[in-house]
């Protein structure tokens, strides 16, 4: 069973910088897309970022491009989502997700959390206008 443990989040003011990190352990297959969901109040938690072990080309959703940047240290099984230029429609909590078995990083991200089958424990990101 995969375990995701997540680092990172907190509170900024619209302009600045957060980056999330999350370290993960035991993967049963190679194959793998580790990402990056948000949920906000009355939505379902939407991919925001998604990069593949297979060296597919990393996803962003439409928002979030050019701002954000996913990147992953696979020696030691970390990801890391570099968040800059926040916005305050940014906020959320940020939770790390794999699925296995699957390359495609915008597959995961388009996906429904339902099919997600590795969830962090969740970030909060919050910021102020």
């Known amino acids: 069973e995969v375990w995701l443990a997540e680092s990172g989040g907190g509170t900024v003011q619209a302009g600045g910088s957060l980056r999330l990190s999350c370290a993960a352990s035991?993967?049963?297959?190679?194959?793998?897309?580790i990402g990056w969901f948000r949920e906000t109040p009355g939505k379902d938690r939407e991919g925001v970022s998604c990069?593949?072990?297979?060296?597919?080309?990393?996803y962003y959703e439409n928002s979030v491009k050019g701002r954000f940047t996913i990147s992953a240290d696979n020696a030691r099984n970390e990801v890391y989502l570099q968040m800059n230029s926040l916005k305050p429609e940014d906020t959320g909590v940020y939770y790390c997700?794999?699925?296995?078995?699957?390359?495609?990083?915008?597959?995961?991200?388009?996906?429904?959390?339902?099919?997600?089958?590795?969830w962090g424990q969740g970030s909060q990101v919050t910021v102020s206008s």
């Open positions: 997700a794999v699925i296995e078995g699957i390359s495609s990083a915008r597959t995961m991200c388009d996906m429904h959390p339902k099919g997600v089958e590795y």
């Open positions: 990069i593949s072990s297979g060296g597919d080309s990393p």
């Open positions: 035991g993967f049963t297959r190679d194959e793998h897309v």
